[in-house]
C-alpha cells in the first residue's frame, strides 16, 4: 500500500519568514495530493490540493509542488502570521483507483509562528 | 455548510468494556472514514465505507469493528477496549475529494 512521510516533525519560523515541509511517496499510482491544517484543538481542514497533471499550484501565500519523477510535493507557507501556526498533514490517494477515494497521511508538521 | 458530528468529545472507558463512537454527517456523502490520530504518527486510517452496509479495512483494523446501517451514520465499535487504543478518534466524510472531518472524539481507556 501506499506509504507517506513527511518532514519536519515541528518548524519554527519567524513571523514573515517562508516555511517549506516536504512529503514522500511511495505508490507511483497516487494521482491526487491534499493538505490539511488543524488548528490547535480543531478538526483538520483542507487548504490546497493538487493533482498529478500540475507541478505547481497557488492560493494567496501558499502552494504546493509536486515532482512526480521523485515521487515528492511540498507546501510553501510564504510571509507566514501567528494564525498559520498549526499541523500540517500531507497525503496522497489515487483518486480513480477504488471506491472510497481512501487517502494516506503524513505524520503531520507542528508549526510555530513567532512574533 | 458540510456538517460532520460524532457522539461525544471526551470518553473514559474501562480495559474490556464494548465501545461504540458514533458519527453522522448531513450532506449525503457516500464515502465515510474513522481514523485514529496519534501525535507523529498522523492519521491513520482504520476502516471506510463507500456505500450502506459496505465496508473495507483501512490500515489498523485490528481490534476494531464498523457498522453502516444508513447513509448518514457511521460508527466505529471497540468490541473490548485495551488501553493501546487510548487515542483521539476521528470521523470524516465525502463525495469527491475533499474529506470533511467531525470533532473528534478523546478517548481514554483504563
Known amino acids: 500500500g501506499e506509504n507517506v512521510e513527511q518532514h519536519p516533525s515541528t518548524l519554527s519560523v519567524q513571523e514573515g519568514d517562508s516555511a517549506v515541509i516536504k512529503c514522500t511517496y511511495s505508490?507511483?499510482?497516487?494521482?491526487?495530493f491534499p493538505w490539511y491544517k488543524q488548528e490547535l484543538g480543531k478538526r483538520p481542514q483542507l487548504i490546497i490540493d493538487?493533482?498529478?497533471?500540475?507541478g505547481e499550484k497557488k492560493d494567496q501565500r501558499i502552494a504546493v509542488t509536486l515532482n512526480k519523477t521523485a515521487k515528492h510535493f511540498s507546501l510553501h507557507i510564504t510571509e507566514t502570521q501567528p494564525e498559520d501556526s498549526a499541523v500540517y498533514f500531507c497525503?496522497?490517494?489515487?483518486?480513480?483507483?477504488?471506491?472510497?477515494?481512501?487517502?494516506?497521511f503524513g505524520g503531520g508538521t507542528r508549526v510555530l509562528v513567532k512574533p | 455548510d458540510v456538517k460532520v458530528t460524532q457522539s461525544s468529545r471526551y470518553l473514559v472507558k474501562r480495559t474490556g468494556e464494548k465501545v461504540f463512537l458514533e458519527c453522522v454527517q448531513d450532506m449525503d456523502h457516500e464515502n465515510m472514514f474513522w481514523y485514529r490520530q496519534d501525535p507523529g504518527l498522523g492519521l491513520r486510517l482504520i476502516y471506510f465505507?463507500?456505500?450502506?452496509?459496505?465496508?473495507e479495512k483501512g490500515d489498523i483494523p485490528e481490534g476494531y469493528s464498523v457498522s453502516r446501517e444508513k447513509k448518514e451514520r457511521f460508527s466505529l465499535i471497540l468490541e473490548s477496549a485495551s488501553t493501546n487504543q487510548t487515542s483521539m478518534y476521528l470521523c470524516?466524510?465525502?463525495?469527491?475529494?475533499?474529506?470533511?472531518f467531525g470533532p473528534g472524539t478523546r478517548l481514554t481507556v483504563t
Open positions: 505508490d507511483s499510482a497516487s494521482n491526487y
Open positions: 465505507s463507500y456505500d450502506v452496509k459496505m465496508k
Open positions: 493538487i493533482r498529478s497533471n500540475v
Open positions: 497525503a496522497a490517494s489515487n483518486a480513480g483507483k477504488a471506491a472510497g477515494n481512501k487517502l494516506t
Open positions: 470524516a466524510s465525502t463525495s469527491r475529494d475533499e474529506q470533511y
